[in-house]
């Protein structure tokens, strides 16, 4: 999706100076964003972050109360007791790369988070960015302007890299791995780095970046793991360039070594990372999500509730449902035996058979663990997988077809996936899902708040006034 805003031509001469003077793509990336003020970014660009800064804080508050995101606190409690910086949700404070690895997990547990960029943007950027409040003050301003470089470096990575499906076919999780990269980029521009210093904490933070899909084989629940770690090694990275460390320079292209070469060798696409730096702003291609499972199977979930919707029948008048998909989908989402939540969240049998008993996928239905048990699965054994890898490639709308006992063959198609940036959702569709995720924890009134302080963010002079907002009821309630 390119939706072209453009900057002062002032950055893109400058942009095209650079490129016939032997900078690494990491260097032209962190030249632009480096110099790049709040003034200079279009209102659409400010408006996205601030709506993805809400839905953040609403993932990340829930999350928290997680068992396993307690669990990872109670584990970084052992080694790091206190320090300064905020966890969302909670009244623990830890040291900020500490808080940001917290953070990042408490954001993605629930699999809510926002997606596209790296995968997960949000889930890297915003945890490193709470993490460098205590450092440094942070107007709403600063923290906006922040915030789209990360999202616009981690997805500009990816992008280099070949692409999602080239990435996560080999079986890396490109939110950890591509995702450090954003939550550097974030924390560097948060901490006012010159571009130097910019480049170097992108080519530390690519020392330790990773993340790997081996979790989906029997149900662990590390996914959100990666996150937390990619938000950590950025801000990291970010602090060690302010404090002198240098960087590789040519950490994403160099031949042989590079993360490009490295990581997605064969489909690497270096260009892409630089193509319309300063007039594509990679952010405004991030969607909301509606549905606690994971992206790939949203569009099947809309279209069984478009079925729901528009079609009278009974459950016990299903004979079969007919979901079609690619090898590529099959080995990611065909998991009929669900053993953890997490097996859950990248089941189709499990996606659409909540769809059909509850009305929806939501994640008090996958915490502790997921709402099926022995009554609902004959229902999951009727959804059957049909190959269509010689048809429409991997990303277009599949229908689900949900066949009847009277002969009815009902198809469900849907354009754009609800909460898409092509299909968004409206204000009041986010502050109801904000609130709903928030409202047991910090109370109602806060929510509002919060709602309230995040839509006028720009005239904020001190970020750690929302931070104060997120602090718990006492005792805050675990969050199923």
């Avoid at 490129?19 to 003020?37: D, I, Q, R, Y």
């Avoid at 307690?70 to 500490?98: D, H, K, M, Q, Y």
């Amino acid at each position: 999706m390119n939706i072209p805003t453009v900057l002062p031509s002032k950055f893109i001469v400058k942009f095209q100076d650079d490129m016939f003077m032997g900078k690494s793509v990491s260097e032209l990336l962190a030249n632009f964003w480096a110099t790049a003020h709040y003034d200079d970014i279009p209102s659409t660009v400010v408006d996205k972050a601030k709506q993805l800064l809400l839905d953040h804080l609403g993932v990340a508050i829930a999350g928290a109360q997680s068992d396993f995101a307690r669990c990872a606190l109670s584990g970084a409690t052992l080694s790091s007791p206190s320090g300064s910086s905020v966890v969302l949700g909670r009244n623990e404070r830890f040291p900020g790369p500490i808080s940001a690895f917290l953070n990042g997990i408490a954001s993605h547990v629930f699999e809510l988070d926002d997606f596209g960029g790296c995968g997960h943007s949000g889930a890297v950027v915003f945890p490193a960015l709470f993490g460098v409040m205590p450092v440094k003050r942070l107007s709403g301003r600063h923290l906006l302007v922040s915030t789209i470089a990360g999202y616009d470096v981690a997805a500009r990575v990816l992008e280099g890299s070949g692409g999602y499906y080239q990435n996560d076919s080999r079986g890396w999780h490109t939110t950890g791995t591509c995702g450090s990269f954003g939550a550097a980029a974030a924390a560097s521009k948060a901490l006012g780095l010159d571009a130097e210093g910019f480049a170097a904490a992108l080519g530390i933070a690519g020392s330790f970046t990773g993340g790997i899909w081996a979790f989906l084989e029997d149900g662990s629940p590390t996914k959100s793991l990666h996150c937390g770690r990619a938000a950590e090694n950025g801000l990291s990275a970010a602090l060690l360039a302010c404090a002198g460390m240098d960087g590789p320079r040519f950490v994403l292209d160099a031949p042989w070594g590079g993360f490009f070469s490295t990581y997605s060798c064969g489909s690497q696409q270096p260009h892409a990372a630089l193509q319309n730096l300063g007039s594509d702003f990679r952010i405004l291609a991030t969607g909301l999500k509606t549905h606690a499972c994971c992206r790939g199977l949203h569009v099947y979930v809309d279209a069984l509730l478009s079925i729901i919707e528009h079609e009278n029948f009974e459950l016990d008048q299903i004979e079969t449902i007919i979901v079609h998909g690619t090898d590529y989908f099959r080995r990611k989402f065909d998991r009929p035996d669900i053993g953890s939540s997490s097996q859950a969240q990248f089941s189709i049998q499990y996606a659409l058979t909540a769809t059909l008993l509850f009305g929806e996928v939501s994640f008090r239905d996958l915490f502790p663990a997921p709402r099926l048990n022995t009554s609902c699965e004959p229902i999951a054994k009727l959804i059957k997988i049909s190959d269509r890898s010689a048809g429409a490639a991997f990303g277009q709308c599949p229908p689900v077809e949900v066949r009847l006992s009277d002969g009815r063959s009902l198809i469900g198609r849907v354009t754009n996936i609800r909460g898409a940036p092509d299909s968004p959702l409206a204000p009041e569709e986010l502050h109801q899902k904000f609130v709903a995720l928030t409202s047991a924890v910090i109370g109602e009134h806060r929510s509002q708040q919060i709602i309230s302080f995040v839509s006028e963010l720009e005239s904020a002079d001190d970020m750690m006034e929302l931070v104060e907002l997120t602090r718990p009821l006492s005792p805050a309630p675990n969050t199923r």
